[in-house]
């Protein structure tokens, strides 16, 4: 660091790796999916009613926890290659590429659905754009491989609710 009388402190970081603009764009959207997928997940699970509710409530901590987790994750990686992570309300409001939930109480099968395809929206992002991190920066990709395999997870656990044995859609391969 270096000083003169009439400026402020000064700093030059040399870091090995700095993140394109499109990788920034990248993690920025994984950042916004997954924290309204946590904020999504503890709407429900404050609002779930119905049959099965212990389970589904208890459930739908895990989501929050593996979002919010995730979430971190990636904004810290952000900052480690230099981009800025922007998670506030508005942020995340007009950004999130998941669907609407309600606002209302709601019964647990429907709450399953709603979950489900939240977990699927935020997989579908991991999955949109990791070729273009994997290409960039295969770090960060290692990072969209571990929240895909949660994700996926908790949404095949969850949607197996409301499944129904050898009729259900999609059918096993």
Known sequence: MSQT???KPTHT???AFQASAQLGKHLQQMLVDLTDLHLQAKQLHWNV?????RD???????VVDAARGFSDDIAERMRAVYATPDARSKTVAAQS??????????DTADTVDAIVASLYATAGTA??????VDAEDPTSADMLH???????????LIDSENRVANSSIP???
Not at 97 to 106: A, G, Q
């Open 5 to 7: 009388l009439d400026s």
């Open 49 to 53: 009613v119905g049959k099965n509710f």
């Open 127 to 132: 999955r949109r754009i990791h070729d273009d």
């Open 97 to 106: 590429s998941l669907p609407e939930i309600p606002n209302d109480e709601i």
């Open 171 to 173: 059918r096993q391969v």
């Open 146 to 156: 571990a929240i895909l395999e949660r994700i996926e997870q908790l949404a095949w």
């Open 13 to 15: 970081a040399h870091p």
């Open 56 to 62: 589904t409530h208890l459930v739908l901590d895990e």
